[in-house]
C-alpha cells in the first residue's frame, strides 16, 4: 500500500522554523523525483520545492527561495523540507507527492501520489 505521511508541521511565530517530514511506503523512491507543495485557504496549490533522484538538484518557488531547503534519504524513504525565516503567508497545508515521470518538476499533473498534507500555522 502506498503513503505518503507528512508530519513536523505546527504553529509557529514570525521568522521561527519548522522541518517537514514525509515517510513514502509502498515504494521505493529512489525511482521518483520528490516535491512538496502547500494550498492556503482560498487559494490554489503551489509548488514549493523539488528535488531529483539522487537529491542533487533542487527546485524552489520564488516565494521561499533562501528560505527553505529540501533533501531526501532514499534509504529510509524519507523527504525533508526545512523551513525557516517563516512568514505568516507561509501559512498552508503542505503536501508531499512523488513523480515518477520525467515533467517539469513544478507542475502538480505529473505526479502520481500524494500524501494528506501537515498544517502549518505562521503567527505574526
Known amino acids: 500500500q502506498v503513503q505518503l505521511v507528512e508530519s513536523g508541521g505546527g504553529l509557529v511565530q514570525a521568522g521561527g522554523s519548522l522541518r517537514l517530514s514525509c515517510e513514502v511506503s509502498?515504494?521505493?523512491?529512489?525511482?521518483?523525483?520528490m516535491a512538496w507543495f502547500r494550498q492556503a485557504p482560498g487559494k490554489e496549490r503551489e509548488f514549493v520545492a523539488g528535488?531529483?533522484?539522487?537529491?542533487?538538484?533542487?527546485y524552489f518557488g520564488d516565494s521561499v527561495k533562501g528560505r527553505f531547503t529540501v533533501s531526501r534519504d532514499n534509504t529510509k524513504n524519507l523527504v525533508n523540507l526545512q523551513m525557516n525565516s517563516l512568514k505568516p503567508e507561509d501559512t498552508a497545508v503542505y503536501y508531499c507527492?512523488?513523480?515518477?515521470?520525467?515533467?517539469?518538476?513544478?507542475?502538480?499533473?505529473?505526479?502520481?501520489?500524494w500524501g494528506q498534507g501537515t498544517q502549518v500555522t505562521v503567527s505574526s
Open positions: 507527492a512523488a513523480t515518477s515521470g520525467y515533467g517539469q518538476i513544478r507542475v502538480q499533473s505529473g505526479y502520481n501520489y
Open positions: 509502498g515504494f521505493s523512491i529512489r525511482a521518483y523525483r
Open positions: 528535488v531529483e533522484w539522487s537529491g542533487t538538484y533542487t
